[in-house]
């Protein structure tokens, strides 16, 4: 394997814990600040998603590389992991494009920005993860 790759496996779940920690800091602070209305639903459900996408994406990283790692076998297998590995992709940056959609609020931004970083990470790794397959 590259080490570009290598790096790219690990820096990318290390922003995503970084977005999904600070993204719940920042709710907390927003919430002490007095930003929502009291009325208003409970911090615990975005904070929840929060912490069900960040599972959910960490899962679809390690899947990936497990696909992507079992993948050598014959042409048949390969190509069925191959495709099997794209979806998941796929999956994986509809979520991160959603949550930097999502979080475009202004006392928010902060976390788009970091969900975009993360998306910008997921981009770098999935086109190393590409390069491995020639």
């Known amino acids: 394997m590259n080490i570009t790759y290598k790096l ?3 820096i990318y779940p290390i922003a995503l814990t970084i977005t999904s920690g600070a993204g719940i800091l920042i709710l907390v602070e927003n919430l002490e600040a007095g930003a929502y209305d009291v009325n208003q639903d409970s911090i615990g459900l975005p904070i929840g998603v929060t912490l069900v996408i960040f599972l959910t994406l960490t899962l679809t990283h390690l899947l990936q590389i497990f696909l992507l790692c079992r993948g050598h076998a014959n042409f048949f297998a390969g190509l069925l992991m191959k495709i099997s590995s794209c979806l998941i ?3 994986s940056l509809v979520i ?7 979080w475009s609020i202004p006392n928010h931004a ?4 970091l969900y975009g970083v993360t998306a910008v990470t997921f981009v770098a790794f999935q086109m190393q993860t590409f390069a491995q397959w020639k």
């Open 110 to 113: 902060i976390i788009a920005i």
């Open 96 to 102: 991160l494009v959603d949550r930097i959609v999502y």
């Open 8 to 10: 790219f496996s690990y």
């Open 89 to 91: 992709a796929t999956v």
